[in-house]
Nanobody, 121 residues
Framework: QVQLVESGGGLVQAGGSLRLSCAASGISFSIRSMGWYRQAPGKQRELVARVATGGTTDYADSVKGRFTISRDNAKKTGDLQMNSLKPEDAAVYYC???????????????WGQGTLVTVSS
């Protein structure tokens, strides 16, 4: 089994910063792409940012210039640095990874349990 565990959520004032982290654990696997999604109450889950194995990144228009995604392939971790937070950024943030499991070989999508980000105005 491959698991993702997020950390770093919390309450922050508008204009502030938070850094979310995601750590993967398990046996005999590698991570292809890693991303962060968020879901606000009453809304669908949406992609916030994604980073491929080679480092190519993709961001939602709403967070470009404010959020930065990164990953450490050796440590199998990923981070989302969130700056200039706005009340509309408040949501549960989920880490997601496309995982290559070696034995038996298969590709799977793994989700973390989510971490709550609250932004006060």
């Amino acid at each position: 089994q491959v698991q993702l565990v997020e950390s770093g959520g919390g309450l922050v004032q508008a204009g502030g910063s938070l850094r979310l982290s995601c750590a993967a654990s398990g046996i005999s696997f590698s991570i292809r792409s890693m991303g962060w999604y968020r879901q606000a109450p009453g809304k669908q889950r949406e992609l916030v940012a994604r980073v491929a194995t080679g480092g190519t990144t993709d961001y939602a228009d709403s967070v470009k210039g404010r959020f930065t995604i990164s990953r450490d392939n050796a440590k199998k971790t990923g981070d989302l640095q969130m700056n200039s937070l706005k009340p509309e950024d408040a949501a549960v943030y989920y880490c997601n990874a496309e995982v290559e499991v070696f034995s038996p070989y298969r590709l799977i999508a793994v989700w973390g349990q989510g971490t709550l980000v609250t932004v006060s105005s």
